[in-house]
């Protein structure tokens, strides 16, 4: 019994559920987190580049020092995430594509409009279901 008991409690212990980053933190993980702060910071990047010059960077390199975009936010290996960076006529797509699908791991996507998309089990688009 007391095996049992004390086996109970190491599973818990090594299970935490996640804890929000803020008040309507739409992460389901801790790697979810990041993965939308990177998108995030690639966004407001993305804006600050087009105000001072008329138009979206066509690559993460362009970002860098645009404030808080760094050259090593240029790698597109994120932990659990491989992000995917496309230019386009009148704008960019950015996605976040997990190394594993599953529960703490959904595919995000956002484009010029500055929208996060969250789709699970699948790459995120334009059309997946926005976050709040």
Same mark, same amino acid.
């Given at each position: @019994?007391? %095996? !049992?008991?004390?086996?109970? !409690?190491?599973?818990?212990?090594?299970?935490?559920?996640?804890?929000? $980053?803020?008040?309507?933190?739409?992460? &389901?993980?801790?790697?979810?987190?990041?993965?939308?702060?990177? @998108?995030?910071?690639?966004?407001?990047?993305?804006?600050?580049?087009? $105000?001072?010059?008329?138009?979206?960077?066509?690559?993460?390199?362009?970002? !860098? &020092?645009?404030?808080?975009?760094?050259?090593? @936010?240029?790698?597109?290996?994120?932990?659990?995430?491989? !992000? &995917?960076?496309?230019?386009?006529?009148?704008?960019?797509?950015?996605? %976040?594509?997990? $190394?594993?699908?599953?529960?703490? &791991?959904?595919?995000?996507?956002?484009?010029?409009?500055?929208?996060?998309?969250?789709?699970?089990?699948?790459?995120?688009?334009?059309?997946?279901?926005? %976050? $709040?």
């Amino acid at each position: @019994m007391l %095996l !049992v008991l004390w086996l109970s !409690v190491a599973l818990a212990i090594g299970q935490t559920a996640y804890q929000p $980053k803020f008040p309507g933190d739409p992460a &389901h993980s801790d790697a979810e987190a990041n993965a939308l702060g990177y @998108m995030r910071t690639v966004i407001r990047a993305q804006r600050l580049y087009q $105000k001072k010059n008329l138009k979206f960077a066509t690559s993460l390199a362009e970002l !860098v &020092h645009t404030g808080s975009f760094t050259m090593r @936010m240029t790698q597109t290996d994120r932990g659990d995430y491989q !992000v &995917h960076f496309r230019s386009r006529r009148e704008g960019y797509e950015l996605t %976040l594509l997990p $190394k594993q699908f599953d529960a703490d &791991h959904r595919a995000f996507y956002a484009n010029e409009d500055g929208t996060l998309h969250a789709e699970e089990g699948a790459p995120a688009t334009e059309n997946s279901p926005s %976050l $709040k």
